[in-house]
């Protein structure tokens, strides 16, 4: 028997979008992607490129004004909450602690409250919280509440995670240990990412694939297919294949954001050859 045609996790098709107001602001133009069932994929680019805008999209949260975009075969326009999303920002409840706090994007999305926060419970110590089950965020260091927040997106009950940025506020060092932790979560729950990311390293080590963004409005200019196998460590990132794939991705953001150089132009035009 042939195997069943699974939708593709995210599918993004000639997305355009354009924040009105006094001074429009042309965020995203044309994009196309697709992350498959159970794929890791992130997305790199220069800041205000559109990155957050686009996960907002599929988080359900915005609208584009052409296109479509759909989570497992099911358009995400006026329907949020088909993935669970981790923003930019952590948004911690000050006034919630870890447990409460893990539990409530589960809850948001209809798990009842004691099953939400039983399994918060049991996923305590994979996540590096165990024993700050009630802590307050401000009790917590920095990356114990980037790694509260994604618990509580683990949490909700979605197969595609989308996530902004999850390591943006921490030291390069803490940085690592996360990136390798993420991975090892990742393997064990199997789910669809899709990971907005400033840090190309970082992109190399986590991802299946890798998309460039142009600066705004937001264009995907590169696709990076990544090799490596996993578990990948921190010893893959001094080989010669990690470099040169590096360097493919840093050429395709310079190319990306080189202004149009019209000058030249006039200039080779007006001189005597
Ligand atoms: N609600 C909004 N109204 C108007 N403009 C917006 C809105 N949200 C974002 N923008 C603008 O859209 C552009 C893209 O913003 P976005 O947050 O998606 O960028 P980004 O790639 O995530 O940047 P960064 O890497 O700094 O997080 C920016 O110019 C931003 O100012
Ligand atoms: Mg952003």
Redesign the pocket.
């Known amino acids: 028997m042939p195997e069943p045609v699974l939708n593709p996790a995210i599918r993004v098709d000639g997305v355009s979008l354009t ?1 009105g ?1 006094a001074t429009p ?1 042309h ?1 995203l133009d044309d994009v196309s992607l697709r992350v498959e069932p159970g794929q890791f994929v992130s997305l790199v ?1 220069p ?7 686009l996960l907002k999209l599929l988080a359900g949260l915005v609208l584009p004004d052409a296109g479509s975009a759909s989570i497992e075969g099911i358009p995400v326009a006026g329907r949020p909450g088909s993935a669970a999303f981790m923003p ?1 920002r952590d948004l911690l409840l000050p006034w919630r602690r870890t447990i409460a706090n893990a539990a409530l994007g589960a809850e948001l999305a209809g798990v009842s409250r004691e099953q939400a926060r039983s399994e918060a419970r049991s996923l305590l110590p994979s996540f590096g919280l165990e024993g700050f089950e009630r802590a307050w965020p401000a009790q917590l260091s920095g990356g114990m509440r980037q790694r509260l927040a994604l618990l509580r997106t683990f949490l909700v009950p979605r197969d595609v995670m989308l996530l902004d ?1 999850p390591f943006g506020a921490l030291d390069a060092i803490t940085r690592r240990e996360m990136q390798q932790w993420l991975q090892a979560v990742w393997t064990e729950h199997q789910r669809s990412v899709l990971l ?1 990311t ?1 840090d190309v390293d970082e992109a190399l080590v986590l991802s299946d694939v890798v998309f460039v963004m142009s600066p ?1 409005p ?1 264009r995907i200019v590169h696709r990076v297919d990544v090799p490596f196998a996993r578990p990948r460590s921190v010893a893959d990132t001094t080989t010669a294949e990690f470099a040169s794939l590096k360097s493919e991705l840093l050429d395709a953001l310079e190319a990306a954001g080189r202004p149009v150089r019209r000058v030249e132009v006039s200039e080779r035009t007006t001189r005597p050859a």
């Not at 800041?47 to 805008?53: A, E, F, H, P, V």
Request: some cysteine; glycine content about 28%; aromatic content about 6%.
């Open positions: 924040f107001g602001v965020a680019g800041s205000g490129c559109g990155k957050s805008t930019q940025e907005v400033h705004r937001g």
